[in-house]
C-alpha cells in the first residue's frame, strides 16, 4: 500500500479576489504543497462570543507528510486571519497519485 498523503485545509477570506487566493496558494506550493485546490463556502462559526455567518475561500492543500510541517508554518506565517482555521489529515490514495505526491516532494527538496 502507498503511503498517506497529507491534505491540509484552511480558509481565507471571501473579501479576496480569485488572483489573491491564487498568489496564497502559489506561496503554499512553493513552501512544499502538491496541489492546492479552491472553491466557496459558507461558514457559520462563534467569534469572541458571537454566532457569526460569512462567505470564505476554502483551501484544500494536498502535501507530502515530508513537506507537512513546512507548509503549516507557512500558511502561520502569511494567513491574514488572527486564529487561522488550518486542520490536516492522513489520506489514502491511488498508487499513482501518491507517487506523483512523493516525487513532487523529492523534486521540491532537491532545490
Known amino acids: 500500500m502507498s503511503e498517506p498523503v497529507i491534505i491540509i485545509q484552511t480558509t481565507l477570506p471571501k473579501s479576496w479576489e480569485e488572483f489573491e487566493v491564487g498568489s496564497f496558494s502559489q506561496v503554499l506550493l512553493e513552501a512544499g504543497a502538491s496541489c492546492v485546490q479552491h472553491s ?13 455567518s460569512s462567505s ?30 488550518i486542520l490536516f489529515w492522513n489520506a489514502l490514495t491511488s498508487d499513482s497519485y501518491a507517487t506523483w505526491i512523493q516525487t513532487d516532494s523529492s523534486s521540491f527538496s532537491e532545490k
Open 56 to 85: 470564505e475561500w476554502v483551501l484544500e492543500i494536498k502535501v507530502h507528510s515530508a513537506n507537512k510541517e513546512s507548509v503549516i508554518s507557512k500558511i502561520e506565517e502569511v494567513h491574514p486571519y488572527e486564529v487561522p482555521q
Open 40 to 52: 466557496t463556502i459558507k461558514s457559520m462559526y462563534r467569534w469572541e462570543g458571537e454566532i457569526e
